[in-house]
């Protein structure tokens, strides 16, 4: 889940950053949004209560404390947060630097550079949390992307892992391999293979269709759960 924090002291510009933060992300992302009308409330959350977000949408201008200041106390505590600064004012954008705004959106140009910072950061993120498994075949042993496998079927007492580009012959059962990837992107199609959602394109009552145009049978007892599964990572639109 993606978590994102909003601070503005105006409704309205709160509610424009919810809309198009709920637009870009429905059927990719789950997502967390949390709203502060000031920047107290915003610092104790994150630096007091330890409740760290993703992603902070900050306004500039704002009373008591203004955003600049805020920022130094979310970068010190937080040095990895991707910090948005949000502002009708285009001629802070140098001072901003210095808190290394990972973008700068003018609320005069929100609809297009919000959603271009969305999909930046949103990149960024998923290449932080990428996961890794170690697979060994015959020859070597390899360091995997887990995003990168499509599917992995029963080979004898091996696994045959389908990779994005190639397939490898693995020293693990299709239940060991199952078990040790341990993500709910990952579904069963038949008691002898195991496909990655995220590369399946379209699916019948009987099969499904990879991004590479493969077709993969699917067992009746199973298309249920393919189903389920493919429902959370496009979004609930099946």
Not at 163 to 192: A, Q, W
Not at 196 to 225: A, C, F, P, Q, W
């Amino acid at each position: 889940m993606l978590k994102i924090d909003i601070c503005d002291d105006e409704q309205l510009w709160i509610d424009k950053a919810r809309e198009i933060v709920g637009a870009f992300f429905k059927g990719k992302q789950e997502i967390e949004l949390n709203f502060f009308d000031n920047s107290k409330a915003l610092i104790n959350k994150i630096v007091n209560k330890k409740e760290y977000p993703d992603i902070v949408i900050l306004d500039i201008d704002m009373p008591e404390m203004n955003g600049f200041e805020t920022a130094k106390l979310l970068k010190d505590t937080y040095p990895d947060i991707l910090l948005l600064f949000y502002t009708v004012h285009e001629q802070y954008v140098f001072e901003a630097f210095q808190f290394q705004p990972f973008r700068y959106i003018r609320k005069s140009y929100v609809e297009t550079e919000l959603k271009l910072a969305f999909e930046a950061a949103w990149h960024m993120i998923e290449n932080r949390h990428e996961k890794y498994i170690t697979l060994k075949t015959f020859n070597e042993t390899i360091n995997v992307k887990i995003s990168e496998i499509v599917y992995f079927e029963t080979n004898k007492r091996r696994c045959d892992v389908h990779l994005v580009g190639k397939t490898i012959n693995v020293r693990k059962t299709i239940k060991e391999l199952y078990s040790e990837i341990d993500n709910p992107e990952f579904v069963m199609i038949h008691s002898g293979a195991v496909v990655n959602v995220r590369h399946i394109k379209s699916y019948s009552s009987y099969d499904i269709t990879l991004e590479s145009d493969e077709r993969l049978v699917v067992g009746r007892n199973h298309i249920k759960s393919v189903k389920s599964a493919l429902a959370k990572y496009w979004g609930n639109r099946i």
